[in-house]
């Protein structure tokens, strides 16, 4: 069984700081999307990796896919308290399937 | 809005009772996807459709059921309802491997 492991489960910190927020895995995924869900919501897409190496920016938020396709990172920078949600990371394997791991909650504290 | 709507928003019950879980999926989108949240975890996938046919099983309890119509709309049908079965229920929606598009979510509680 493949499994996803996001760490930390759960972050607090004051707003202005950064983090990094890690999603690994022993098994090898064909790509990897991260997803943001707010309080009362579905999660929404934020970005898909597929190669392995590869660094995305989103504003703040930078996204990069292992060498070997088996983990993956998220890095805010300057954390705003817009960006407080659960973080889930979901790694397609490979009969196309997602496999989703538990979930990074985030507070941004003003 | 992600285009995926479901009904109803809340539902509140009683165990040992069975409810029936409504999905629209995106218009064009031909699958399917049931997950099950509950509090401050993460998703647990269920169960996937695609164009009216089972694809793909996750932990989905005997209890529980789901189908899709020709008009691509799903149903979840939870039976048998159990305390621990209270939890935010999500459906998304995709083209193929793409994206998924959730949608609100229905809130079950089973007192």
């Known amino acids: 069984t493949q499994l996803l492991e996001q760490s930390p489960q759960f972050l607090s910190i004051q707003e202005g700081e950064n983090l990094t927020v890690y999603c690994n895995s022993s098994?090898?995924?064909?790509?990897l999307q991260w997803y943001r869900q707010e309080p009362g919501e579905g999660p929404v897409l934020l970005v898909t990796?597929?190669?392995g190496g590869e660094v995305k920016k989103l504003k703040r938020l930078t996204f990069q896919f292992g060498d070997a396709r088996k983990d993956s990172s998220l890095h805010i920078t300057a954390a705003q308290p817009g960006d407080t949600g659960l973080y889930l990371c979901?790694?397609?394997?490979?009969?196309?399937?997602?496999?989703w791991g538990a979930g990074t909650k985030l507070i941004i504290k003003p | 809005d992600s285009g995926v709507t479901q009904t109803p928003k809340h539902l509140i019950t009683a165990t040992g009772q069975r409810v029936t879980l409504r999905c629209s999926p995106r218009?064009?989108?031909?699958?399917v996807y049931w997950y099950q949240q509950s509090l401050d975890q993460g998703l647990q996938f269920l169960i996937q459709y695609y164009n009216g046919e089972e694809r793909a099983k996750g932990n989905i309890l005997e209890r529980f059921s789901a189908q899709q119509f020709p008009d691509l709309h799903s149903e979840l049908n939870l039976s048998s309802l159990e305390l621990g079965d209270s939890a935010l229920y999500f459906c998304?929606?995709?083209?193929?491997?793409?994206?998924?598009?959730f949608g609100p979510g229905t809130r079950l509680t089973v007192l």
């Open positions: 998304a929606s995709s083209v193929g491997r793409d994206e998924q598009f």
């Open positions: 990796v597929v190669t």
């Open positions: 098994s090898v995924f064909s790509s």
């Open positions: 218009s064009g989108d031909l699958s």
């Open positions: 979901a790694g397609e394997d490979s009969n196309y399937q997602l496999i």
